[in-house]
């Protein structure tokens, strides 16, 4: 069985840049969650993929965007970066299966420093 | 909205001994789930243990285990026989339970509990 793999594992931008970060589901996943975690803090919610569509957002700004693949992989995309946006940023896969609520399972993280 | 708070920033504890870790949550929600992660400094969060609400028994995986109070609101995490491995970022998260009528399935995190386990 294949984890939660994201890429890249470190990515430096400056002030105004855009960046897309990457991750791929564990296998038999079908549902993507993105989370950003400050330093000293715990992560927060960014937004949920499933069947290739938002399905949910927390409280972040248009500028966050991502996509769902049809292999269930995904990519969050920043626009206009701000210094705050420095984080790491967590991907968590999870099957979502009728009602049933799945566990989440993180992958590695991207380390994000904009300068 | 959901708060999850844990009120300890930093515990250490003696190899071989034990050590628990406080949540508590507040929620109107009557179903949901709670989590414990673990987060070493490889940075990788790692699913430690899982209840149910619903569940009146408390979950347990080898050396940890929970005490879920749920009229408390209450949700700590002990570990036996603490091993250095141990040492890490530990976070209290919770989920609503999703339901027939859809929607997303977001954790809410407290801010973390940094154990260290000493030899």
Redesign the interface.
């Known amino acids: 069985e294949t984890g939660v793999t994201q890429s890249p594992t470190h990515l430096i931008k400056t002030r105004g840049q855009q960046v897309t970060l990457r991750c791929s589901s564990q296998s038999g996943h079908n549902t993507v969650s993105w989370y950003q975690q400050a330093l000293g803090q715990g992560p927060q919610f960014i937004f949920q993929y499933y069947r290739e569509e938002e399905n949910g957002r927390g409280n972040f700004p248009p500028r966050f965007s991502g996509l769902q693949f049809p292999n269930y992989s995904s990519e969050l995309n920043v626009n206009a970066l701000e210094l705050d946006d420095s984080a790491l940023y967590l991907c968590a896969s999870s099957l979502k299966w009728r009602a049933s609520t799945d566990t989440q399972y993180f992958g590695p993280g991207t380390r994000l420093t904009v300068l | 909205a959901q708060t ?1 708070t844990q009120s300890q920033p930093e515990m250490s504890v003696q190899e071989a001994e034990t050590v628990t870790l406080s949540c508590t949550y507040d929620t109107s929600e009557s179903n949901y ?1 709670l ?1 414990w ?1 673990k987060q070493p400094p ?6 430690v243990i ?1 209840q149910e609400a619903y569940k009146q028994q408390n979950a347990t995986e080898n050396r940890f285990s929970v005490n879920f109070q749920k009229a408390a609101k209450s949700f700590s995490l002990k570990i036996s026989d603490s091993q250095l491995g141990d040492t890490a970022m530990y ?1 209290c ?1 919770f ?1 609503k ?4 009528q ?11 509990t940094k154990l260290t386990v000493n030899p």
Do not use: C, H, P
């Open positions: 999850v789930y989590f992660y490889s940075r990788q969060m790692i699913l899982r976070f998260a989920m339970q999703r339901g027939t859809g929607g997303s399935e977001k954790l809410v995190f407290g801010k973390g």
